[in-house]
C-alpha cells in the first residue's frame, strides 16, 4: 500500500517540479491531489502521463493524507499548514516560515536524514533554502572528516529563484537590448539584471546582508553544526536555472584535495566533476534537470592553514526546493511511517 499525497502550490514552478520528481523516482503514491489558490481552480497540471485537475486549497479537507508538499509562500503556508498538520497530515514546507523553529525539522537527507524523527514535534518538516541546500550537500562529508571551522561563500543565483516573472524579465530585457525602443525597466530587481548581475537577495538587514546571506549562516549551522561560522555574498545573475556557489573553507584539521575529491566522490548526491582542463568543471546549464550537486575545481588553498576551494553548482528547483521536498518524504516514510 502507498502513500496519499497532497502537492500544495501546484501551478508554480516548484509545485510542478514536484510532481515530475514523485513520477520520476516512482515515489510509491495511491494517490496525489494537486491543490492550488481559488483562481488556479479547475487548472490542469502533469503527473507523469496522468493530467491532474487543481483543486482549491481553501476548505479542503488533508485528514487521510500521508503527507503534503507545500510551496506556496509563507503567507499561505502560515493559514493552511497548520491546518494539514492537525488533520493529521505531515507537511514538508518549501518556505522560510518554519526553518528558524527549533521544534521543526529542517532537513537535507544527505546530510542529517536523523532530523526527520522530530516531526511529531508539530507533524510539519522545513526544506532549507535554496542555496543552503547544496552548499550543504558539498560539506557535510568534508566536515566528518576534518571539522570545518569557517566558510566563506559567494553564490551566483539564477533568476528562477525568484519565480516566474523573474525569468520572464530576464527574457524581455535581454530582447530588449538588441531591439531599441523594446527596452524593459526592472520591475522584479531593483536593477536591470540582463547583462548584469546584483550583489541583493531578499531584503537587507540591520547588519548589512541581506536575509539570502542570513539565511545560509543560520541554516547550515541547524543542519550540520552550530559551531561552523559562515559569510555570505549572494548574488542573483543572469542565468534562467541553476544555482552556482564558489566556497571557501577552512578547516580544524588538514584536508588533502586529493582525499577531499575522494571523499565527495563517495558521498550521497554529489557528483565530482573536476578535471584541469578546458571544460573540466560543470556550470548551471550542464546541471538543470540533474538530481546530483556537482562539485568541480577542488584545490587547496595555501593562503589559510586547512584550506580547500570548491566550485558546487545545482539545480535550484530540484534540489534547491522541489527534489530536497520530494526526498525528505521518502527518508520520512523509510524511517518513520513505513507505508510504501
Known amino acids: ?14 509545485g510542478r517540479e514536484m510532481l515530475n520528481i514523485l513520477d520520476e523516482r516512482q515515489f510509491p503514491a495511491d494517490e496525489v491531489v494537486a491543490l492550488a489558490s481559488r483562481r488556479s481552480l479547475g487548472t490542469e497540471v502533469s503527473y507523469g502521463d496522468k493530467t491532474l485537475t487543481c483543486k482549491d486549497i481553501e476548505g479542503f479537507d488533508f485528514s487521510g493524507y500521508d503527507i503534503a508538499l507545500f510551496a506556496i509562500g509563507s503567507d499561505a503556508t502560515k493559514q493552511y499548514a497548520p491546518i494539514a498538520a492537525k488533520q493529521g497530515c505531515v507537511v514538508i514546507d518549501n518556505s522560510s516560515l518554519y526553518r528558524y523553529d527549533p521544534e521543526i525539522p529542517l532537513v537535507v537527507p544527505e546530510v542529517n536524514p536523523e532530523a526527520v524523527d522530530n516531526y511529531t514535534n508539530k507533524n510539519i518538516i522545513a526544506n532549507p533554502n535554496c542555496s543552503t541546500a547544496q552548499m550543504v550537500v558539498a560539506l557535510k562529508p568534508l566536515h566528518d572528516r576534518a571539522k570545518i571551522k569557517r566558510v566563506v561563500v559567494s553564490t551566483y543565483q539564477s533568476v528562477s529563484g525568484s519565480g516566474k516573472d523573474a525569468i520572464d524579465e530576464l527574457w524581455n530585457q535581454t530582447k530588449g537590448v538588441y531591439v531599441p525602443g523594446q527596452e524593459v525597466e526592472p520591475k522584479v530587481y531593483p536593477k536591470q539584471i540582463a547583462f548584469n548581475v546584483i550583489p541583493h537577495i531578499d531584503v537587507f538587514l540591520d547588519s548589512g546582508d541581506t536575509k539570502e546571506e542570513w539565511k545560509m549562516v543560520t541554516e547550515t549551522k541547524k543542519i550540520i553544526d552550530t559551531s561552523i561560522k559562515v559569510t555570505a555574498t549572494c548574488v542573483r545573475v543572469p542565468v534562467f536555472v541553476g544555482h ?49 550537486t556537482f562539485v568541480s575545481r577542488i584545490r587547496q588553498d595555501v593562503t589559510i592553514e586547512n584550506g580547500l576551494n570548491l566550485w558546487c ?5 530540484r534540489k534547491g526546493a522541489a527534489l530536497n521536498a520530494v526526498q525528505i518524504a521518502e527518508t520520512l516514510g523509510k524511517r518513520c511511517l513505513k507505508k510504501g
Not at 497532497?6 to 508554480?12: L, W
Not at 565527495?264 to 560543470?282: F, H, N, Q, S, W
Request: glycine share 10%; hydrophobic share 40%.
Open 1 to 14: 500500500m502507498g502513500y496519499k499525497i497532497v502537492v500544495a502550490g501546484a501551478t508554480g514552478n516548484v
Open 244 to 292: 552556482a556557489e564558489s566556497l571557501n573553507v577552512e578547516f580544524e584539521d588538514f584536508l588533502d584535495e586529493d582525499e577531499a575529491r575522494d571523499i565527495l566522490r563517495e558521498a550521497p548526491g554529489i557528483m565530482v566533476v573536476d578535471k584541469r582542463e578546458d571544460g573540466g568543471y560543470t556550470t548551471p546549464v550542464e546541471c538543470v534537470g540533474d538530481f546530483a
Open 313 to 317: 553548482v545545482s539545480d535550484n528547483l
